[in-house]
Protein backbone atom coordinates (compact mmCIF):
# COMPACT_ATOMS: atom_id res chain seq x y z
CA UNK A 1 0.00 0.00 0.00
CA UNK A 2 2.69 2.39 1.12
CA UNK A 3 4.48 1.76 -2.37
CA UNK A 4 1.05 3.21 -4.07
CA UNK A 5 1.10 6.36 -1.97
CA UNK A 6 2.96 9.66 -3.91
CA UNK A 7 5.08 10.48 -0.70
CA UNK A 8 6.34 6.84 -0.34
CA UNK A 9 6.54 5.43 -3.88
CA UNK A 10 10.36 6.25 -4.22
CA UNK A 11 11.95 5.04 -1.06
CA UNK A 12 13.42 1.48 -1.03
CA UNK A 13 11.89 -1.61 0.36
CA UNK A 14 13.41 -1.36 3.61
CA UNK A 15 12.41 2.09 4.75
CA UNK A 16 8.93 0.98 3.11
CA UNK A 17 9.08 -2.20 5.89
CA UNK A 18 10.05 0.16 8.51
CA UNK A 19 7.52 2.91 7.80
CA UNK A 20 4.63 -0.19 7.34
CA UNK A 21 5.27 -1.70 10.74
CA UNK A 22 4.59 1.95 12.04
CA UNK A 23 1.00 2.48 10.14
CA UNK A 24 -2.26 1.54 11.17
CA UNK A 25 -5.05 0.70 9.51
CA UNK A 26 -8.31 1.90 10.85
CA UNK A 27 -11.75 0.83 10.08
CA UNK A 28 -14.14 4.00 10.13
CA UNK A 29 -17.82 4.10 10.57
CA UNK A 30 -19.81 6.65 8.85
CA UNK A 31 -19.71 10.05 9.97
CA UNK A 32 -16.68 9.30 11.97
CA UNK A 33 -14.29 12.66 12.11
CA UNK A 34 -11.44 11.61 10.81
CA UNK A 35 -9.48 15.65 11.66
CA UNK A 36 -10.87 18.94 12.19
CA UNK A 37 -9.63 22.19 10.13
CA UNK A 38 -6.98 24.18 12.47
CA UNK A 39 -5.92 21.29 14.21
CA UNK A 40 -2.68 19.62 14.30
CA UNK A 41 -3.30 15.31 14.88
CA UNK A 42 0.29 14.45 14.60
CA UNK A 43 -1.08 12.38 11.90
CA UNK A 44 -0.94 11.71 8.28
CA UNK A 45 -4.23 9.88 6.39
CA UNK A 46 -4.65 8.36 3.67
CA UNK A 47 -8.54 6.42 2.18
CA UNK A 48 -7.69 2.93 1.47
CA UNK A 49 -11.21 2.00 0.95
CA UNK A 50 -14.40 3.70 1.26
CA UNK A 51 -15.39 7.51 0.78
CA UNK A 52 -14.21 10.69 3.01
CA UNK A 53 -16.00 14.13 2.54
CA UNK A 54 -13.42 17.49 2.76
CA UNK A 55 -15.11 20.44 3.38
CA UNK A 56 -12.87 23.84 3.98
CA UNK A 57 -13.70 26.69 5.48
CA UNK A 58 -16.05 28.29 2.60
CA UNK A 59 -17.91 25.41 2.68
CA UNK A 60 -16.75 23.73 -0.42
CA UNK A 61 -16.76 19.70 -0.30
CA UNK A 62 -15.22 16.87 -2.33
CA UNK A 63 -15.08 13.60 -1.79
CA UNK A 64 -12.38 11.15 -1.92
CA UNK A 65 -12.72 7.54 -2.66
CA UNK A 66 -10.04 4.83 -1.77
CA UNK A 67 -8.70 3.58 -5.25
CA UNK A 68 -9.16 7.02 -6.99
CA UNK A 69 -6.56 9.55 -8.32
CA UNK A 70 -6.99 11.79 -4.67
CA UNK A 71 -6.39 8.57 -2.48
CA UNK A 72 -2.76 8.62 -3.69
CA UNK A 73 -1.68 11.70 -1.57
CA UNK A 74 -2.47 12.55 1.56
CA UNK A 75 -5.59 14.05 3.18
CA UNK A 76 -4.04 16.46 5.57
CA UNK A 77 -0.40 17.35 3.96
CA UNK A 78 0.11 19.70 6.22
CA UNK A 79 0.11 19.95 10.20
CA UNK A 80 -2.40 21.89 10.44
CA UNK A 81 -5.71 21.39 8.59
CA UNK A 82 -7.23 23.44 6.56
CA UNK A 83 -10.48 21.02 5.72
CA UNK A 84 -12.98 18.94 8.02
CA UNK A 85 -12.54 14.99 7.16
CA UNK A 86 -15.80 13.11 7.71
CA UNK A 87 -16.33 9.24 6.71
CA UNK A 88 -19.66 9.17 5.02
CA UNK A 89 -20.65 5.12 5.00
CA UNK A 90 -17.34 3.35 6.15
CA UNK A 91 -13.77 3.71 5.02
CA UNK A 92 -10.48 1.96 5.97
CA UNK A 93 -7.81 4.96 6.40
CA UNK A 94 -4.14 4.49 6.83
CA UNK A 95 -2.65 6.59 9.57
CA UNK A 96 1.08 7.50 10.44
CA UNK A 97 2.25 9.54 12.67
CA UNK A 98 4.17 12.64 11.41
CA UNK A 99 7.30 11.81 13.44
CA UNK A 100 7.88 8.52 12.22
CA UNK A 101 7.93 9.66 8.91
CA UNK A 102 10.54 11.87 9.38
CA UNK A 103 12.42 9.95 11.54
CA UNK A 104 12.28 6.78 8.92
CA UNK A 105 12.32 8.47 5.92
CA UNK A 106 14.60 11.76 6.99
CA UNK A 107 11.75 13.81 5.38
CA UNK A 108 8.53 15.75 6.64
CA UNK A 109 5.39 15.50 4.44
CA UNK A 110 4.22 18.54 3.08
CA UNK A 111 1.78 19.72 0.78
CA UNK A 112 4.94 19.64 -2.23
CA UNK A 113 4.41 16.10 -1.91
CA UNK A 114 1.13 15.85 -3.31
CA UNK A 115 3.41 16.80 -6.36
CA UNK A 116 6.46 15.21 -5.87
CA UNK A 117 6.05 12.58 -8.82
CA UNK A 118 5.72 13.58 -12.10
CA UNK A 119 5.35 17.21 -11.40
CA UNK A 120 4.30 18.65 -14.06
CA UNK A 121 2.29 15.78 -15.42
CA UNK A 122 0.88 14.65 -12.07
CA UNK A 123 -0.25 18.40 -11.47
CA UNK A 124 -2.28 18.58 -14.63
CA UNK A 125 -3.50 15.12 -14.05
CA UNK A 126 -4.90 16.01 -10.49
CA UNK A 127 -6.34 19.46 -12.01
CA UNK A 128 -8.16 17.01 -14.52
CA UNK A 129 -9.76 15.09 -11.88
CA UNK A 130 -10.70 17.83 -9.49
CA UNK A 131 -12.37 19.75 -12.52
CA UNK A 132 -14.46 16.95 -13.50
CA UNK A 133 -15.54 15.47 -10.29
CA UNK A 134 -16.41 19.32 -9.17
CA UNK A 135 -17.99 19.88 -12.22
CA UNK A 136 -20.40 16.85 -12.44
CA UNK A 137 -21.00 17.39 -8.27
CA UNK A 138 -22.36 20.72 -9.68
CA UNK A 139 -24.05 19.96 -12.56
CA UNK A 140 -21.77 21.78 -14.64
CA UNK A 141 -19.72 19.22 -16.77
CA UNK A 142 -19.80 19.32 -20.19
CA UNK A 143 -21.33 15.98 -19.58
CA UNK A 144 -23.50 14.39 -23.06
CA UNK A 145 -26.97 13.12 -21.69
CA UNK A 146 -28.04 9.63 -22.24
CA UNK A 147 -29.93 10.12 -25.45
CA UNK A 148 -33.66 10.85 -24.96
CA UNK A 149 -34.65 7.92 -27.38
CA UNK A 150 -32.77 5.53 -25.37
CA UNK A 151 -33.73 7.39 -22.01
CA UNK A 152 -37.71 6.88 -23.12
CA UNK A 153 -37.36 2.68 -24.01
CA UNK A 154 -35.38 2.07 -20.55
CA UNK A 155 -38.52 3.92 -18.45
CA UNK A 156 -41.41 2.23 -20.58
CA UNK A 157 -39.83 -1.00 -19.83
CA UNK A 158 -40.27 -0.33 -16.23
CA UNK A 159 -44.15 0.18 -17.15
CA UNK A 160 -45.69 -3.67 -16.87
CA UNK A 161 -48.07 -2.93 -19.86
CA UNK A 162 -44.87 -2.47 -22.04
CA UNK A 163 -45.18 -4.75 -24.87
CA UNK A 164 -43.47 -5.11 -28.57
CA UNK A 165 -46.17 -2.60 -29.73
CA UNK A 166 -45.64 -0.05 -27.68
CA UNK A 167 -41.85 -0.47 -27.66
CA UNK A 168 -41.96 -0.20 -31.33
CA UNK A 169 -44.60 3.19 -31.13
CA UNK A 170 -41.33 5.20 -29.42
CA UNK A 171 -38.23 3.50 -31.70
CA UNK A 172 -40.43 4.50 -34.46
CA UNK A 173 -40.01 7.77 -33.88
CA UNK A 174 -36.41 7.92 -34.90
CA UNK A 175 -36.50 6.61 -38.90
CA UNK A 176 -33.24 6.32 -38.98
CA UNK A 177 -32.86 3.93 -35.22
CA UNK A 178 -35.93 2.36 -37.13
CA UNK A 179 -33.99 0.93 -40.12
CA UNK A 180 -30.67 0.06 -38.40
CA UNK A 181 -33.33 -1.99 -35.89
CA UNK A 182 -34.95 -3.70 -38.99
CA UNK A 183 -31.66 -4.21 -40.31
CA UNK A 184 -30.22 -5.84 -36.99
CA UNK A 185 -32.91 -8.22 -36.69
CA UNK A 186 -32.22 -9.83 -40.24
CA UNK A 187 -28.30 -10.26 -39.84
CA UNK A 188 -26.41 -12.80 -39.42
CA UNK A 189 -26.42 -12.35 -35.31
CA UNK A 190 -30.46 -12.22 -35.21
CA UNK A 191 -31.54 -13.71 -38.46
CA UNK A 192 -34.39 -16.13 -38.32
CA UNK A 193 -36.64 -18.13 -40.65
CA UNK A 194 -38.18 -15.23 -42.63
CA UNK A 195 -37.04 -11.75 -43.83
CA UNK A 196 -38.35 -8.49 -41.01
CA UNK A 197 -39.89 -5.78 -42.63
CA UNK A 198 -41.48 -4.18 -39.56
CA UNK A 199 -40.36 -2.37 -36.14
CA UNK A 200 -42.82 -4.06 -34.21
CA UNK A 201 -41.68 -7.65 -35.61
CA UNK A 202 -37.85 -6.57 -35.02
CA UNK A 203 -38.84 -6.08 -31.71
CA UNK A 204 -40.54 -9.59 -31.03
CA UNK A 205 -37.74 -11.39 -32.68
CA UNK A 206 -34.78 -9.72 -30.30
CA UNK A 207 -37.42 -9.74 -26.97
CA UNK A 208 -38.09 -6.87 -25.20
CA UNK A 209 -34.71 -6.12 -22.98
CA UNK A 210 -32.43 -6.92 -26.12
CA UNK A 211 -34.06 -4.32 -28.03
CA UNK A 212 -33.98 -1.57 -25.23
CA UNK A 213 -30.00 -2.73 -24.83
CA UNK A 214 -29.38 -2.61 -28.52
CA UNK A 215 -31.53 0.98 -29.05
CA UNK A 216 -29.56 2.48 -26.29
CA UNK A 217 -25.97 0.79 -27.59
CA UNK A 218 -26.80 2.41 -31.36
CA UNK A 219 -27.52 6.12 -29.64
CA UNK A 220 -24.56 5.96 -27.31
CA UNK A 221 -22.27 5.80 -30.28
CA UNK A 222 -22.93 9.64 -31.38
CA UNK A 223 -21.76 10.68 -27.77
CA UNK A 224 -17.96 9.52 -28.51
CA UNK A 225 -16.94 12.55 -30.21
CA UNK A 226 -14.55 15.44 -30.27
CA UNK A 227 -14.31 18.64 -32.18
CA UNK A 228 -10.28 18.52 -31.81
CA UNK A 229 -8.94 15.88 -34.63
CA UNK A 230 -6.67 13.91 -32.73
CA UNK A 231 -8.65 13.48 -29.46
CA UNK A 232 -11.61 12.23 -32.20
CA UNK A 233 -9.46 9.69 -33.13
CA UNK A 234 -8.94 8.22 -29.74
CA UNK A 235 -12.80 8.34 -29.32
CA UNK A 236 -13.14 6.30 -32.48
CA UNK A 237 -10.40 3.57 -31.33
CA UNK A 238 -12.10 3.28 -27.97
CA UNK A 239 -15.64 2.63 -29.66
CA UNK A 240 -13.88 -0.16 -31.61
CA UNK A 241 -11.91 -1.74 -28.78
CA UNK A 242 -14.98 -1.22 -26.56
CA UNK A 243 -17.83 -2.96 -29.62
CA UNK A 244 -15.17 -6.10 -29.71
CA UNK A 245 -15.79 -6.27 -26.05
CA UNK A 246 -19.47 -5.65 -25.88
CA UNK A 247 -19.65 -8.58 -29.09
CA UNK A 248 -17.35 -10.88 -26.40
CA UNK A 249 -19.12 -10.26 -23.40
CA UNK A 250 -22.52 -10.88 -25.43
CA UNK A 251 -21.13 -14.64 -26.07
CA UNK A 252 -20.00 -15.40 -23.25
CA UNK A 253 -22.97 -14.53 -21.33
CA UNK A 254 -25.21 -16.83 -23.57
CA UNK A 255 -22.97 -19.64 -22.30
CA UNK A 256 -23.88 -19.21 -18.72
CA UNK A 257 -26.83 -19.15 -16.24
CA UNK A 258 -28.84 -16.44 -14.26
CA UNK A 259 -27.17 -13.27 -16.93
CA UNK A 260 -28.81 -11.12 -19.25
CA UNK A 261 -26.83 -11.36 -22.99
CA UNK A 262 -27.84 -8.18 -23.91
CA UNK A 263 -27.17 -6.38 -20.15
CA UNK A 264 -23.07 -8.29 -20.51
CA UNK A 265 -23.00 -6.87 -24.18
CA UNK A 266 -24.02 -3.40 -23.01
CA UNK A 267 -22.05 -3.37 -19.78
CA UNK A 268 -19.09 -4.23 -22.16
CA UNK A 269 -19.63 -1.42 -24.59
CA UNK A 270 -20.06 1.09 -21.89
CA UNK A 271 -17.08 0.04 -19.54
CA UNK A 272 -14.94 2.46 -20.99
CA UNK A 273 -17.69 5.20 -21.08
CA UNK A 274 -15.24 7.71 -18.52
CA UNK A 275 -13.21 8.35 -21.19
CA UNK A 276 -15.73 10.83 -22.44
CA UNK A 277 -15.37 13.78 -19.56
CA UNK A 278 -11.51 13.13 -19.92
CA UNK A 279 -11.05 13.36 -23.38
CA UNK A 280 -13.56 16.50 -23.11
CA UNK A 281 -11.92 18.23 -20.73
CA UNK A 282 -8.29 17.76 -22.38
CA UNK A 283 -10.03 19.65 -25.25
CA UNK A 284 -9.48 22.67 -22.89
CA UNK A 285 -5.64 22.43 -22.11
CA UNK A 286 -3.12 23.63 -24.77
CA UNK A 287 -0.69 20.84 -26.23
CA UNK A 288 -2.44 17.89 -23.99
CA UNK A 289 -4.49 16.27 -27.08
CA UNK A 290 -0.56 15.73 -28.63
CA UNK A 291 1.09 14.29 -25.56
CA UNK A 292 -0.13 10.80 -26.13
CA UNK A 293 2.04 9.20 -23.12
CA UNK A 294 0.60 11.56 -20.65
CA UNK A 295 -2.85 11.59 -21.83
CA UNK A 296 -2.33 7.93 -22.01
CA UNK A 297 -1.48 8.02 -18.12
CA UNK A 298 -4.84 9.94 -17.39
CA UNK A 299 -7.25 7.93 -19.24
CA UNK A 300 -5.82 4.40 -17.18
CA UNK A 301 -6.04 6.24 -13.81
CA UNK A 302 -9.09 8.45 -14.64
CA UNK A 303 -11.69 6.43 -16.79
CA UNK A 304 -13.01 4.06 -14.12
CA UNK A 305 -13.77 6.64 -11.52
CA UNK A 306 -15.47 9.26 -14.43
CA UNK A 307 -17.14 6.27 -16.05
CA UNK A 308 -18.58 5.37 -12.31
CA UNK A 309 -19.59 8.98 -12.28
CA UNK A 310 -21.46 9.30 -15.72
CA UNK A 311 -23.73 5.95 -14.43
CA UNK A 312 -24.51 7.76 -11.35
CA UNK A 313 -25.49 10.23 -13.08
CA UNK A 314 -27.64 8.43 -15.59
CA UNK A 315 -29.01 6.30 -13.10
CA UNK A 316 -27.65 2.96 -14.53
CA UNK A 317 -27.78 0.18 -12.18
CA UNK A 318 -25.06 -0.60 -9.58
CA UNK A 319 -23.28 -3.80 -11.69
CA UNK A 320 -22.58 -0.98 -14.22
CA UNK A 321 -20.51 1.20 -12.09
CA UNK A 322 -18.67 -2.13 -10.70
CA UNK A 323 -18.13 -2.50 -14.46
CA UNK A 324 -16.85 0.81 -14.69
CA UNK A 325 -14.38 0.60 -11.74
CA UNK A 326 -12.84 -3.24 -11.87
CA UNK A 327 -12.85 -3.74 -15.70
CA UNK A 328 -9.08 -4.30 -15.25
CA UNK A 329 -9.02 -5.58 -12.14
CA UNK A 330 -7.80 -8.85 -13.49
CA UNK A 331 -7.21 -10.52 -9.70
CA UNK A 332 -10.62 -9.15 -8.31
CA UNK A 333 -12.62 -11.64 -6.51
CA UNK A 334 -16.35 -10.57 -6.20
CA UNK A 335 -18.42 -12.98 -5.21
CA UNK A 336 -18.65 -17.12 -5.77
CA UNK A 337 -20.72 -16.14 -8.93
CA UNK A 338 -20.04 -14.90 -11.72
CA UNK A 339 -21.19 -11.36 -12.61
CA UNK A 340 -21.17 -8.54 -15.23
CA UNK A 341 -17.69 -7.31 -14.07
CA UNK A 342 -16.43 -10.94 -14.28
CA UNK A 343 -17.58 -11.28 -17.97
CA UNK A 344 -16.17 -7.53 -19.04
CA UNK A 345 -12.63 -9.29 -17.42
CA UNK A 346 -12.68 -11.85 -19.01
CA UNK A 347 -13.77 -10.15 -22.53
CA UNK A 348 -11.37 -7.62 -22.05
CA UNK A 349 -8.39 -9.99 -21.96
CA UNK A 350 -9.39 -11.86 -24.71
CA UNK A 351 -9.91 -8.88 -27.05
CA UNK A 352 -6.05 -8.13 -26.34
CA UNK A 353 -4.97 -11.29 -27.85
CA UNK A 354 -3.04 -10.42 -31.11
CA UNK A 355 -1.64 -7.27 -29.51
CA UNK A 356 0.85 -5.35 -27.32
CA UNK A 357 -0.90 -5.05 -24.02
CA UNK A 358 -0.94 -9.32 -23.76
CA UNK A 359 2.47 -8.64 -21.77
CA UNK A 360 0.93 -6.10 -19.76
CA UNK A 361 -2.20 -8.58 -18.18
CA UNK A 362 -1.49 -11.78 -16.30
CA UNK A 363 -2.41 -15.52 -17.85
CA UNK A 364 -6.06 -15.72 -17.77
CA UNK A 365 -6.36 -19.11 -16.07
CA UNK A 366 -4.80 -17.08 -12.67
CA UNK A 367 -7.70 -14.64 -12.71
CA UNK A 368 -10.23 -15.51 -10.46
CA UNK A 369 -13.12 -14.37 -13.02
CA UNK A 370 -11.95 -17.11 -15.33
CA UNK A 371 -12.06 -19.98 -12.80
CA UNK A 372 -15.96 -18.60 -11.35
CA UNK A 373 -17.55 -18.90 -15.29
CA UNK A 374 -15.38 -22.20 -16.22
CA UNK A 375 -15.59 -21.67 -19.66
CA UNK A 376 -13.16 -24.32 -21.01
CA UNK A 377 -9.82 -25.13 -21.63
CA UNK A 378 -6.68 -22.95 -22.17
CA UNK A 379 -6.02 -23.16 -26.28
CA UNK A 380 -2.46 -21.58 -27.49
CA UNK A 381 -1.66 -18.02 -27.08
CA UNK A 382 -3.32 -17.71 -24.40
CA UNK A 383 -7.03 -18.31 -25.87
CA UNK A 384 -9.98 -19.78 -24.52
CA UNK A 385 -11.35 -22.93 -26.89
CA UNK A 386 -14.74 -21.78 -26.49
CA UNK A 387 -13.90 -18.38 -28.02
CA UNK A 388 -12.41 -19.54 -30.82
CA UNK A 389 -15.40 -21.74 -31.18
CA UNK A 390 -17.88 -18.94 -31.45
CA UNK A 391 -15.48 -16.57 -33.35
CA UNK A 392 -17.96 -15.99 -36.03
CA UNK A 393 -20.68 -15.32 -33.44
CA UNK A 394 -18.60 -12.53 -32.14
CA UNK A 395 -17.67 -11.32 -35.43
CA UNK A 396 -21.22 -11.00 -36.36
CA UNK A 397 -22.37 -9.09 -32.97
CA UNK A 398 -19.49 -7.15 -33.24
CA UNK A 399 -20.73 -5.83 -37.04
CA UNK A 400 -24.55 -4.78 -35.34
CA UNK A 401 -22.76 -2.65 -32.86
CA UNK A 402 -20.23 -1.19 -35.64
Not at 25 to 54: H, K, N, S, W, Y
Not at 159 to 171: N, P
Not at 342 to 351: E, G, N, R
Request: glycine fraction near 6%; proline fraction near 4%.
Amino acid sequence: MLRSLVPFRHFDDGVLATLASQSELVQAPGDFVLFERMVDTGEVCFVIDGDVRLTDAGGNSRIVSGGSVLSHIPLNPESTCTEDAIVLDAATVMRLDRRDIERITGKPITAADNERVDTQHGQLEEKIYTLIYQALQAGTLELPSMPGTGVRIAKHLEDATADSDSIARIIQLDPALTARLIQVANSPAFKGRSQIETCQNAVTRMGLSTTRDLVISFVLKGIFRSRNPVLQKRMERVWRHSTRVAAISYVLARKLTGLDAGQAMLAGLMHDIGVIPILTSAERFPGLADDAALLDRMLDRLRGDCGAMMFRKWEFAPEFIDVALHAEDWQREGSDRPDYTDIVIIAKMHSYIGTSRMAEIPRIDTVPAFHKMALGEMGPGMSLRVMDEAKDEINAMQQVLQ
